[in-house]
T-cell receptor, first 113, second 114 residues
């Protein structure tokens, strides 16, 4: 899950297994959430987003779950592949400030072949 | 369609020097952003431009200035670089202004201030 500080939490997963990356947010006003993937030496890349009027959204091999009650967001990656190895960030924004996106500190996903 | 491009890719400055980071997007997006990313941390917003002709401060604007030159280009200037500004700088753009929207990022500029 997300944490503050210099040490990135790391999730190690066997190739072919499912991965779950967690994120906690604090702003009750947040109503738009995004997951980004950042590979080493590259800029963040959009994976999937979800609005607060939804609990779940699915993409290709990825699912985002939103629990507004406990302010928790998760990203599930099915059949994890070596190419999924990267740092994953959750991000949030809210009405009146959608340009001011707040990013989490990230979780490093390591896929073991 | 190159997306978001940034120049330079790498830069080393001495304390007190100035420089401008360039960013351009070819997606006809309205909004553009500058972020910095420090080791083990997420991205922090420096400045953004919701639309051509407007700029606003983000979370960490001190020591920086920006110019939205036209719809395509958004530059970030360091007038007097300090070691605390050593970071990776990312430019991003999004199509919509004022609505939830995906941001598309450039490849980054790695800046070291000695």
């Amino acid at each position: 899950g997300e944490s503050v500080g210099l040490h990135l939490p790391t999730l190690s997963v066997q190739e072919g297994d499912n991965s779950i990356i967690n994120c906690a947010y604090s702003n009750s006003a947040s109503d738009y959430f995004i997951w980004y993937k950042q590979e080493s030496g590259k800029g963040p890349q959009f994976i999937i987003d979800i609005r607060s009027n939804m609990d779940k959204r699915q993409g290709q091999r990825v699912t985002v779950l939103l629990n507004k009650t406990v302010k928790h967001l998760s990203l599930q990656i099915a059949a994890t592949q070596p190419g999924d190895s990267a740092v994953y960030f959750c991000a949030e924004s809210h009405r009146g400030g959608y340009q001011k996106v707040t990013f989490g500190t990230g979780t490093k996903l390591q896929v073991i072949p | 369609n190159a997306g978001v491009t940034q120049t330079p890719k790498f830069q080393v400055l001495k304390t007190g020097q100035s420089m401008t980071l360039q960013c351009a997007q070819d997606m006809n997006h309205n909004s553009m952003y500058w972020y910095r990313q420090d080791p083990g941390m997420g991205l922090r917003l420096i400045y953004y431009s919701a639309s051509e002709g407007t700029t606003d401060k983000g979370e960490v604007p001190n020591g920086y200035n920006v110019s939205r030159l036209n719809k395509r280009e958004f530059s970030l200037r360091l007038e007097s670089a300090a070691p605390s500004q050593t970071s990776v700088y990312f430019c991003a753009s999004s199509a919509l202004s004022g609505y939830p929207d995906t941001q598309y990022f450039g490849p980054g500029t790695r800046l070291t201030v000695l």
